[in-house]
Structures are given as C-alpha cells and as structure tokens.
C-alpha cells in the first residue's frame, strides 16, 4: 500500500515539475540551435551567445538589471532593517501608520503601484531614466524587507538592548553587536527577497524608466515581437546563474553540517 | 534605547513621498480631468460613470472570471502537489520545495518568453502533433494561452503557503485520529484539510489577487484583444493617453483589493 | 551563515563584473560600438524601422552616442511625450506630423544642411501634411493593404475589397492591425466612407463594422508580429503595411499583396526635430545621413520599406523586391487617401471605441 502510495504522488510531483520547467528546458536546448528554428535542432551552435555577447543593448540590460538589483537590495536592506527597528521601539500610532503604509506596496497591485510612481515622477519634473528606476525599485523592494526583519526584531528580548547599554556599550554597539546578529536571518531572507523582486521586475521599471534605460524584462518584451533565439541564449545564462546561486544558498549549510556530524562521529 | 525610535524617521519621509502621495495623485487624476498636465482642476465622477458602461464593466468580470479560474486551477494542482511534498522526509521536502521556487526567480518575461516558443503555431507542441499526424492546433492568442502562462506563473505561489501548514501540522494528531478509529479520508477531511486551511487561504488570495491584475501574460499570450483590467489600465496610460480615465481604474482596482484583504483579514485572523 | 552570505556576493559580484566587462560603465548607452564622444542624439522611431548596422556606423562615423528608442504606433509615440519624454529626433507619420506642427512641437528644418536632399523622389516631396517639408524630412512611404496566402485564399474572393475580411470562409485566420486608425480605415473604406470623416454616423457604422468582424471573424489583433508568423505561414490573411508585405513575400513566396478598389491609406513617415533638440546640427547630420544612397540602400533592403531615396528606389525595384508589387506603392487610385489630423474630440472617440471594439 505505502509503496503503490509513493508511486503515485512521485508521478504527480514528477509531472508538475515537467509542467515547470518544460518550457525552460526547451528554451535552453533551443539556445544551442544553429538555426533559428523553434522547432527542428539543426545543430550545435554557439552563435546565439556570440551575438548575445555583441548586442550592445542587451548587455546594457542586463547591467542595468544586476546594478539596480544590488543597489536596491543594499539600500532597502539597510534602510528596512533600521526602520524596522526602529518600529519595534515606536508608540502605537506611528507603528500602525508605518506598518499600513508599509503594506500597500505589497498588497497594491504592481500596475496601480507604477502608475503612481510615474505620475509623481512626471508631476514633480523628474526626468526618468537610471535615478527613477532605482527609486522606484527601492520603493518597492523595502516593505518586503521590514516584513522580513520586523517578526524577528519583534521576537527578541526587549530588554537586551538595555543590559548591553548598562555594561558599558554605546548606542551603537548595542545595535551592531547585539540587535544585528540576531535579527540576521531575517535580513537575510529580505535582502534575498528584495533582489528576487527588483530583478524579476518589469511593470515599475517599465512605467517609470525613460532616457533610454532600459533593463531585461523591457528588452526582452520590445523582442517578442519577432523571432529571437539570442533571448533563448540570455535566458539560459540567468537561469544558470539563478540556478547556481540557490544551490550556492541552500546545499552549502547542508554539506557543512554533513562535515561538522563527520567530525563529531 | 529610546534612541532607537528615531530610526523610523527616514523611512516616514520617503514612505510618505513615494508611497503615500502617488496614490493621492492617483485619486486626483481619477476625479479630475483636463489631461496630463493638471493645469484644469474641475472634480467630477465622469471617469467612473465611464467605467460603468456596459464593455469595460465586461471587462472587470472577464478579468474576475479568469482570475476565479486560475486560481480553482492552481488550487486543484497545487494543493496535491503541497501535500506529496510534505510526506517526504524533511530533507527530500526542503530539496523540492526549492524546485518549485526556483522558477519563480527567473525573470518573468524570459518564462513568459518560453511559453511563447512552446506554444507557437509553428513550435514545439505543434511540431510533435504533427509528427504524430495530428493537425496542428492553434493555441497562442487564446484563453488557454493566456490561463496555461497564468496558472504556471503562480503555481508556486499556491504550492509554497499550503505546504507551509501542511509541514507545521503535528503528524501525531493524525496518528491520534486513526487510534480513534477514523478512516483515511475523515482524517484527510477533519484534521488535515481543516489545519491546511490557513495557507489555502493565504495561497488563494494571492493568487487571486494577482491574477486579476496581471497584464503582462495576457499581452504576450492573448494579443492586442485580450483585455483584462491590467491591460486596460496600460493601454490608457500608454496609448490613449487618457490618464483620468486610467487612474480612477486603478483607484477602483486598488480599492477593491484592499477590502478584499480586509475580508480575508476578517475570516482569518491568523497573522502571517 | 557567514559563509552563505560571503558565497552569495561573491557570486553576484561576479556577476556584476561580467556585465560591466562586457557593457558600459554609464549603464544608458544603447547600440553599436559608440564611443563616449560628447554629444548624444536622442531618437524615436517605430519598432522593426531600421537596420541597426545603420546606427552604429552613424555613431563610429560622427563620433558621437545615440540613444535609441521605440514606439509600436504614432498615438504611443504621442502618449510618451505628452508625458514629458524628450527626443531629438522622432520618426512619426503624416498626420502625427500634422498634429506635432499644429501643436507647435517641431523646429523647422534647415534644408541648406541637407546636402543629399537632390537625392529624393519628387513625389514623396511638398504634401498636405507639410507644405514644402518645413518640418519634416522623408523616410519611407507606402500602402496599407491585404497579404493573403494565395494557396489559401480564393482568387474571386479578392473582389470583395476590404470585405475579404469579413468573410467567413477565412474566419480565425487573420491578423488585423493593433492601431485604431488603421483599423478604422479598414472599417470605413468597406462601408464607402472616407478614412479622414468626422461624421459620428459614419464612424458608429465603421465601429459596428469592426465589432461584427470580431465576433463572425475571431481576428488576431497584432503588431509587429505580423512579420514571423506570416513568413512562417501561421494565418492566411494579414493587413499589413506595404513594406513588411515586401519584407515577408521576398521570405514565403505563397503570399501575395493587394491594395482593394475601395481605395486605402497611403502613407508617408518622415524624420522630424522637437523643439527640445539639444544638438541641431547632430540632428541635422543624421538625417542627412540617412538620405545618403549607400545608406538609403542599406535600410530599405533590411527593412523592406520603399525608399524615398531615388537611387535606392530604383535599385531595390529591380532587384531584391522585383516582382513584389507591394514594394512600389500604387498611388493611382483616386479612392486613397493620406491620413490627415483629427481634432482632439475626434481623436479621443477613435481612441475609445477602439478600445470597446478590443474588449468585446
């Protein structure tokens, strides 16, 4: 009973990851196609990477992409964790405000989001362009870090911070010795969350970018109006490197715990 | 200690600025008109009496009528999925969970993109079809496009909450309910579906909520004639031009979602 | 934990090296090999407009850098600039260049630094929209009209005109154009009417005209998507502009184009300078630069456009497009017309209905 049991909930999970990453899969086969068919592989070719590599306005893009992801992430992982903080030690009313204001963004659809975005923009005389994305990005990329942050700042001792200052630290120390160690898997979890958001972005960046800037998901939306096998080769590159990061992230503590029970037995 | 509390100070100005007052300029556009440039303040509800009319209120329902869809769809798949997942040991759990997320970082336009290569009158799928002699069947720019983009985009997001309550139920209590006498499904039914219940909720909002506002699948996989409410609102901030128009549609949208919440809220108080 | 954060930069850092190596350091430069050399041109054009070789060998040429952007129709283009989006150079159509100069939004054109103007066809010279090309310097030109698979489409059913779609035979088999005046044309040459009307009967009769076809004809609703699925044969009627017709037949030789008796738009783009042009002469030279005949040559041969460029005109009839008539624009017809500039009350009622025939 148990194995026929096993049997098939392993088909099913085995058929949604087919449904998953079906399409994945077959653009990364594609990337190596020599020609630009969609559906026959000719044959092994890197040309599709060699023109990836020589389109200006792709690369441009994704440099756009990577740079607003870790500045958004830094700076919104910075300025949610000391806000979050803050929060915890705030009177009842400013905590209600901060902690409904800081959800619209999160609960507000991403359209009406970038909507206002790029009418303040627009309403102030801004130009848009890198500066406004970043903001934009910032903008939405913090409640997402206070949301992380703010459960375990909550959870900790109220006191510690106090009995730090009592022997003998300053306001400062007790904030990066004691309150930031603890709270650090849920910066973690938001800065990682922050730079899932900011680089899978398209609708915010795609209101209130102009000048020319423009990052992956606006190039790879002006290219799906024609057939393009260089996406299928910018495609494989991110999911690679996505791909490599997670394992990076989750199976390195599993292989030092694995070594740390080595030693012990 | 009490010096802390001053941390909040530069968020309260930038949240004010950047989150705050763009949904008031939004609610000014929605109440006005006189264009882009607000030089002409006269209120009026004529952008919502317009929104009352008989094609876009069609096109709200269509938009409520997919997201229904997609999210019964996600649900019928997910909550299985969720539910297999969480019968494996710990480690073998956390190895596919990240499976299921890992799709969710790749950026959304590039897996959009894969659908669009699949499902292409003269893709893949079609490809295989005809190889097996059946004729080609005309899938992209069709409800079935734009539902298979959906329900694949946020499957993730239904799977990853009802597998978190699945893992956290105490597999004791089931034990204890078998002792008792139950059969497999009234412990299915009493005890494992009733505990899920909170991550089925908070998957069914969100997905829910999202899919009724998505606009860039549609576009993609639907065509210029697919329009949902998302799309609506892009076509008159990026087309037509009419920005009052576009706002009060994005005011209702925003309103409607966030009392949805509060329902939501209400039902389960159970804070996430 | 540490070490889980230090891999994760160490991963992202090189990341970001990788694209830096490869990009440029300011992040908004767009296309070619341009180099940093002081002056930039800001330019707006229509998607699939160009051969971006073009660009690049304008940037190394001039030594300067260009940013380059695209609109999928005239009234996005306007959208955007209304909005406060400033370009140096755009390249709209007749009758958006008839509504830029209206709402005086244009420099008028230096035609002494236009060395290559002798180059051009007399004919595509001093129209309604712009008397004497004040403002305006021409790009491309042409028709729109119906691109049909002639190994699908009855020969007799071409002398229903325009009502070729509407006909059932061909029912979930075509694409229609995402653009509301182009779709409305369509609508109000069936029914007789002229495409330039301000008759709020005629324009309700065109509506109707257009939500019958959607519910009897399903159309597909596209832009420049037209372009690979009619090469790949995927429907077998298309309207599409004369110039993606020529570029699409010389790829499917199935397929043939047709203007209907009941006459069609033709339509003429030009390069036009905004008032905000940060770098007249810059400007100047690129669009005398695109009058050159090498590279007047160059860009209809990617593109497929007719050329107003004389020489590159002649060429291409003889040789790449020869035998495809789309190339060279029937205007003999007295039932064409151009589009010309709607009022504002006019232009916001197509804006609207086209919206309603969209979301049937």
Redesign the interface.
Known sequence: MKKKKHIF??L??AL??I??????I??MI?SFNSSKS???FTGFSLKWYQEL?NN??I??A???S??IA?LATVISTV??T??A???????KF?KEY?LN??N??I???????A??????F??I?I????MTML?AHI?FC?PYVITSVYPKVRSLDPNL??AA?DLGAT?VQA?TKVILPLI??GI?AGA?LA??MS??D??ISY?VT????KN??II???M????NPT??A??TI??V??????L???I???L?KSKERKFEG | ????????????V??????????L??AL?AFTTGG?A?KILEFTLKNFIKFLEPTYISVFFKSVKLGLLTTGICLL?GY??AY??S?FKD?TQ?L?I??????????????T??????L?D???I??LLAMLGISPISMMYTDFSVTLGMV?NF??LMIIPIHTSLRKMDNSLIEAAYDLGANRIQAFRRIILKLSMPGVLNGIVMVF??S??T??IPK?LGGGQYLLI?NL??SQ?ISVGD?NF??AI??L??VI??IS?RLMKKIDPQED | ?K???I??MA??MS??LT??A???SS????????RTGGATL?IYNA??YIDMNLISQFEEEYNCKI????FESNEVMYTKIS????YDIMIPSDYMIERLIKEDLLMPIDWSLITNKDNLLPEVMDLEFDPGNTYSVPYFWGTVGILYDTTVVDEADLADGWNLLMNEKYAGDLYMYDSERDSFMVALKALGYSMNTDNKDEIQEAFDWLVKQKSVMSPIYA???I??NMISGNKSIAVVYSGDAAYIMSENENLEYFTPEEGTNVWYDAMVITNTCQNIDLAHKFMDFMLREDVALANTKAVGYTSPVASAFEKMKNTTFAGISAYVPDTSNPNNEIFRYQEQEIKELFADLWTKVKAQ
């Not at chain 1, 609960?107 to 989001?113: D, F, G, H, K």
């Not at chain 1, 130009?127 to 890198?130: L, S």
């Not at chain 1, 102009?210 to 800037?213: A, K, Q």
């Not at chain 2, 993109?113 to 699949?118: G, K, R, V």
């Open positions: 909930s392993g099913y999970i949604c990851f449904f998953f990453y079906l399409p994945i077959i653009t594609f969609l559906t026959h590599i200006q306005e690369v441009s994704v440099y756009v990577v740079t870790i300025l949610g000391v806000t903080i803050g929060l915890s030690k705030s009177r400013l901060l204001v800081n619209i963004p609960l507000n659809p991403e359209i009406v989001t909507i206002g975005l790029m009418i303040l627009s309403s005389g130009a848009k362009g890198y903001l903008c913090t911070a106090n200052m306001p904030l650090r898997p973690f990682l730079f899932t680089f899978d398209f609708v209101f102009g000048n020319g800037v992956i998901s790879v939306y002006n799906t109006k024609r057939t996406i299928n910018l495609s991110v999911i490197v996505i791909i490599l990061i997670l990076a992230v989750n390195v503590p599993i030092k | 200690m009490k010096h802390f509390k001053h941390l909040t100070k530069p968020y309260i930038w949240s004010f600025i950047l989150i705050v007052i763009p949904l300029l939004i556009y882009n607000v798949m299985p999925l297999f997942i019968r480690k956390d596919l990240l499976g299921v997320t890992i799709p969710m970082w790749i950026n959304l336009l590039l897996r993109y894969a659908w669009l290569n699949l292409a003269n893709g893949i079609n490809n694949c499957l993730p909520l999202m009724i506002s606009f860039v993609l998302g609102i892009e901030f920005w576009g706002s994005s005011l949208l925003a979602i966030l919440m | 934990m070490k889980r954060f891999i994760l991963v992202v990341m970001l694209a830096c490869g990009g440029n992040g908004e430069s767009q296309t070619g090999t341009g800001k998607g699939e940013i380059y952007d695209t909005s406060g989006e400033n832009g420049d998507d372009i690979d």
